[in-house]
């Protein structure tokens, strides 16, 4: 027997939420790569340096380029801090031939996500 369960919105009241997607620049595909909640923006840009770095470890040196020199600019590191803590969306595209990488970081505060059920 099938048992399914509708998703209830669950609303965090503080912190983060990070994301990382791929896509196809046509738009005809998109793919999960993983999400995480973060207490602070800190930790939240901590999770997409994290990510970013194991994503250009899968580049050809070319993509990854501009994907390690952003790993190593703390200046822009700090300016993505300030957009987290004034509340806003902060992003990192890589781009990668027809497929683009989507790193992001927001405010939870109105975040809705799904509730699991087991």
């Given at each position: 027997?099938?048992?399914?369960?509708?998703?209830?919105?669950?609303?965090?009241?503080?912190?983060?939420?990070?994301?990382?997607?791929a896509?196809?620049?046509?738009?005809?595909?998109?793919h999960?790569?993983?999400?995480?909640?973060?207490?602070?923006?800190?930790?939240?840009?901590?999770?997409?340096?994290?990510?970013?770095?194991?994503?250009?470890?899968?580049?050809?040196?070319?993509?990854?380029?501009?994907?390690?020199?952003?790993?190593?600019?703390?200046?822009?590191?700090?300016?993505?801090?300030?957009?987290?803590?004034?509340?806003?969306?902060?992003?990192?595209?890589?781009?990668?031939?027809?497929?683009?990488?989507?790193?992001?970081?927001?405010?939870?505060?109105?975040?809705?996500?799904?509730?699991?059920?087991?």
């Open positions: 027997m099938l048992i399914t369960t509708k998703a209830l919105p669950l609303q965090l009241s503080t912190g983060f939420w990070c994301e990382a997607i896509y196809t620049s046509n738009g005809l595909s998109t999960w790569l993983g999400s995480a909640p973060s207490s602070t923006a800190r930790i939240a840009i901590r999770w997409l340096r994290w990510r970013a770095s194991h994503i250009s470890d899968q580049l050809d040196p070319p993509a990854a380029y501009p994907v390690r020199c952003w790993l190593a600019d703390q200046a822009e590191h700090e300016r993505a801090l300030e957009v987290l803590v004034s509340g806003d969306l902060y992003t990192l595209t890589i781009p990668d031939g027809a497929l683009r990488y989507l790193l992001s970081a927001r405010p939870a505060k109105h975040t809705p996500l799904p509730r699991r059920a087991w």
